[in-house]
């Protein structure tokens, strides 16, 4: 018993007890979290889809302000975020592209599948018309909003500084992108080595 008390609080072997349990106890943490997020992710985008086709099929959405209301029960969204509908119009578009492949809605009549077709492209209008560009990141949707502000004034002179600023924000997004790209590459493998070698080097250094 005194032995492994000695063993347990030796300085450098508790650290080294320490970094193994922590490690891989964030590990853990870690990888069930995101679980749980990408679970929540796919149970709300289902219980959205399933809701949307039953209230059009009922005629029980039929407004843009019917749709975000069950939007934003569902996901839980405060009015602001609302404001930026990308992930509406890009669930929409989803449950669109599943409709036409076939993926959903078998046992809907023709002419209501139809009809459900007709309202999302209708609501995916809307809603870049009432908020356009808004699958856009927020600087070139500004840029974008600035342009069209212009455009309307005949201001030609600010459209062409705008496009210069825009053009500007491109070139930064695409090279910040591909160093994103570069660095995801080798960041997982590296994270996994490391995970193993902290594991390895504490155990060694325990023996």
Known sequence: ???????????????????????????????????????????????????????????????MEDL??????????????????????????????????????????????????NKITSFINTSEKVSPFSELPDTERNILNDINAYNKVNDNESINRKLNELSSVIVTRYDQQKKIENLNKWSIPIAVVGLILTIIFGILSII
Not at 84 to 106: H, M, S, T, V
């Open 1 to 63: 018993m005194n032995e492994f008390l000695e063993l347990l609080f030796n300085k450098d072997r508790f650290l080294s007890i320490f970094t193994i349990v922590f490690t891989v106890v964030y590990a853990f943490t870690a990888t069930f979290m995101l679980r749980k997020i990408r679970e929540r992710r796919l149970y709300r985008k289902k219980a959205f889809t399933e809701t949307f086709i039953k209230g059009i099929s009922d005629n029980t959405i039929e407004t």
């Open 68 to 117: 975000l209301n069950v939007y934003s029960g569902i996901t839980q969204l405060s009015p602001e975020d609302l404001n930026n509908k990308q992930g509406l119009n890009k669930w929409l578009r989803e449950i669109l592209a599943r409709l036409i492949k076939g993926d959903i809605g078998k046992d809907i009549e023709h002419y209501k599948l139809i009809a459900i077709k």
